[in-house]
Structures are given as structure tokens and as C-alpha cells.
């Protein structure tokens, strides 16, 4: 077991000037130090009353008695808006219940086989090519980017990715180093007024659904299928149980981009946190080699206590509700950061602490609500179940295959800006086993 390290934590709220530029580079030093040990934290912003909840029953009330009162805020809506369209992410009331049931069906467990047998092959090609680059450092980010990519690509489309990769890697560089860190503007408009970083972003917006849209054109003047291949059928067939309806293009394509976003960008860097922290633990590294049926999954879950790639759910009060011991009135911001949850100090021994024990099965279960990295309630990520499958088969082939340290004796720290992803892209060295 071992700490790793963690970005700077202020001692006391931020004022306004230095919140904003902060949440602009790293939303993980925006809270002070408190927040870990209270259950509640309020604070008025920019003419706003804002809440961080840790408190379970006020937890449970946002996000799963009372989902229907709360909608992502208008901040969430105007980032996330150019890069998934209209699709499932985004959706509300009961355009999101339609999407919900018609979606659902594509992701169950059910479907598992069909979709596992993309994430194996395209696991077995990545770690042969890796056996030729035990020589020389290894970007790992880069590497599980592109795996995720490819295999993202071949289960939704049944198509090697590589043609658009490239493409598609530098319009999500481009989206997360441009165009997702909210300005002052950004968080006091209405996303019905564009500010001057929304003009940028419906460029941007173009240009990556132009790229999906070339990619479903491939992949529809492929040869028919008799039985669903992939994603991309399962969705084009799916219809609305209790009205029939299906998907129109406009629609199928933001659904596809949504889960290209959120299943190819976030299994990766989950990926790279797992291998972070088992390169600067040898033990625990080799307790994963020996046993990898029981402790891979253990070794994934605590890599999400740490790292959650969704870091920080925000929601906002459409009217006054009560949650747990807590008033909140109409407009009200609240936050419900898994990064907080799951490092606060009255719910986990050690939160700070990499130990994977704690979620073998003989484990205690953690404390309610205290656990979410694929949040909670009815708009709980539709794809986790996929997303856990990959990761698994994925770390447990690199980890069968291969040791690895870390090149450089640098921390590598955490950035939260849409992600929770690295502050620089570290050099590995692996070795076969």
C-alpha cells in the first residue's frame, strides 16, 4: 500500500478571482481542505447559493428520490453540448426517458458477449504490438487512448478505427484544451446566449460530427449483416418499448457520439490511473499477476475510489426541495464530487491510501452513497457495465504480459478539467513476464 500524491488542496474557500482561474486549470484544488471532513459545504458565487454535499440521505434525495427536480447546470449544458449533440448525456425529462429506455437494451448484460468478443481481439492485437517497445519508454496515456479508441471503434461500428483515429484524438485534444474550461460567461449565461467561447465551440461542434457522421456512412455502405454485429445495429434497431419509435440519423449520430465520448476517453484514463498506481506498487503489482481472477476487479474499483474519471456531478434546483438535513431553494447549485466522496474522511479508513483490499469480496461493503464513479439513481452511466468489462479484460492481458515502473521519479498528479486526467504524459518501462 502506498499514498499517491494528490494536487494542492487550499486551506480555506477561494475567493472569486482565484476560484475561477482555478477551476479553468485544475477543478481539484477549487475546494478547500474542510470539504473532506464536513457534510455539507455552502457558499454563495456569482449571485448563487452553491452546495458540496457528502451527506448520504441529501445524496440520495438529488440524485435518486427527486431526480426530476434537478437538471445539469447551465455551465454542464454549454461544455458538453458541442461534443455529444443532443444524445442521452444532455437529454431531459421526457426526451431523456425515451432515449433511456430505447438505449438500455443496446448495453445490457445480455449483450455483453457480443460486444466482449470486439474488446478481446482488439486487447490481443494491442498487447503484441506492445511486446516490440520493451526497449524503450512507453507513453502509456497515448497507448490506452488509442486502444480504447480502436476498441470503442470496432465494438460500435465493427470497423478498424485507425483511418480516423488521428482525426478524432486531435479534435478531443483540441476539445479539452480549448474549449471545455468554463469562463466567468460560462457560468453566468443562460446557455441561450452565446458567449465568446460558444462561437468556438460550434466550430468545433461541425467539425467532430462531420467526423462521425463520415464514419456511420462507412460503416452503413457496409454489407448488411443477417444478425447484430455491433453497437451501431443494436442502436439502429433499437425502438422505444412503449412507443416503437426509433432513432432518427440526427439522433443516432449524437447517440453515437455521446458513447464514443464517454466510453472511449474515460476507460482510458482509468486505464492509465490502474497502471499509475500499480507501477509505484511492486507488492500489490504482483499480487494482481498471481491472482488476477480475484484482484483485478478490486485493483479497477480502487483505481475509481482515487481517480474518478467523472469527477464532480453539478446539478441545478428547477424548485425548493429538502434533502437530508439540507433547504435548498429554486436555482440552487449543487455539487456531488466523487473525488470528494470517495477521499472524505468520515467515510473511508485511509481514503488517501491505494488498497485494493477494500474491495475484494470478503471486504466490508463501502458506506452508502459513499461509492459512485458511475454516479447514481436513474441517470446512472448506461454504459458501465461495458466500460467495467473492457477495463478488466484490458489490465488483466497488460498485466499477465507484462511488469512496469515508472520511468521518472516525477509525481504524476491529477487534473480535473472534463476528466480526471494526468499533468504530464509520464514514460513507462515495462518488461515481459
Not at 453540448?81 to 426526451?95: C, F, H, K, M, N
Not at 491472482?291 to 424548485?319: H, S, W
Not at 459513499?370 to 468489462?389: D, E, H, K, N
Amino acid at each position: 500500500m502506498f499514498t499517491p500524491p494528490k494536487p494542492f488542496i487550499p486551506s480555506e474557500p477561494l475567493a472569486l478571482r482565484p476560484f475561477l482561474r482555478t477551476i479553468r486549470t485544475n477543478a481539484l484544488s477549487a475546494w478547500p481542505e474542510a470539504v473532506y471532513d464536513l457534510p455539507v459545504i455552502r457558499r454563495s458565487l456569482l449571485g448563487r447559493v452553491n452546495y458540496v454535499l457528502n451527506e448520504p440521505d441529501a445524496i440520495h434525495r438529488v440524485l435518486v428520490d427527486n431526480p426530476s427536480n434537478y437538471r445539469r447546470s447551465p455551465a454542464s449544458v454549454r461544455i458538453l453540448r458541442p461534443i455529444t449533440g443532443q444524445g442521452l448525456l444532455l437529454a431531459e425529462g421526457d426526451v431523456w426517458r425515451l432515449q433511456r429506455r430505447t438505449v438500455a437494451p443496446a448495453l445490457a448484460p445480455r449483450m455483453m458477449p457480443l460486444l466482449t468478443r470486439h474488446i478481446v481481439a482488439t486487447t490481443d492485437e494491442a498487447m503484441n504490438a506492445l511486446k516490440d517497445r520493451i526497449d524503450g519508454p512507453v507513453n502509456l496515456l497515448e497507448t490506452m487512448q488509442n486502444l480504447t479508441l480502436e476498441i470503442a471503434g470496432r465494438s460500435m461500428f465493427s470497423l478498424e478505427i485507425a483511418q480516423y483515429g488521428g482525426e478524432m484524438r486531435r479534435l478531443l485534444t483540441e476539445y479539452g484544451e480549448h474549449h471545455a474550461r468554463p469562463s466567468m460567461l460560462d457560468l453566468l449565461l443562460p446557455p441561450s446566449i452565446p458567449t465568446p467561447g460558444d462561437f468556438g465551440r460550434r466550430r468545433f461542434q461541425k467539425r467532430w460530427m462531420a467526423l462521425i457522421e463520415a464514419i456511420m456512412r462507412d460503416r452503413l455502405a457496409a454489407e448488411p449483416p443477417d444478425l447484430a454485429r455491433d453497437l451501431f445495429d443494436l442502436l439502429r434497431a433499437a425502438r422505444d418499448p412503449e412507443t416503437g419509435a426509433g432513432f432518427s440519423p440526427d439522433q443516432l449520430r449524437d447517440q453515437v457520439a455521446t458513447l464514443i465520448l464517454a466510453g472511449h476517453e474515460t476507460t482510458a484514463v482509468s486505464l492509465f490511473w490502474a497502471l499509475t498506481l500499480l507501477a509505484q506498487d511492486p507488492d500489490e503489482q504482483q499480487k494482481l499477476a498471481d491472482d488476477p481472477n480475484t484482484r483485478t476487479r478490486a485493483v479497477l474499483n480502487e483505481t475509481l475510489r482515487l481517480f474518478p474519471a467523472a469527477y464532480l456531478i453539478v446539478r441545478e434546483a428547477i424548485g425548493p426541495d429538502r434533502a437530508g438535513t439540507l433547504d435548498i431553494g429554486r436555482r440552487d447549485l449543487i455539487m456531488i464530487a466523487p473525488w470528494i466522496l470517495h477521499r472524505h474522511r468520515t467515510l473511508w479508513r485511509d481514503p488517501d491510501v491505494f488498497d485494493p483490499a477494500r474491495f475484494l469480496p470478503d471486504a466490508p461493503q463501502p458506506p452508502r452513497f459513499s461509492y459512485m464513479p458511475f454516479g447514481a439513481g436513474p441517470r446512472i452511466c448506461v454504459g458501465a457495465q461495458f466500460a467495467l468489462t473492457e477495463a478488466t479484460i484490458v489490465l488483466a492481458a497488460f498485466i499477465e504480459r507484462f511488469s512496469l515502473s515508472l520511468e521518472s521519479p516525477r509525481p504524476v498528479l491529477p487534473v480535473g478539467i472534463v476528466t480526471t486526467q494526468p499533468d504530464h504524459h509520464p514514460a513507462f518501462r515495462l518488461k515481459l513476464r
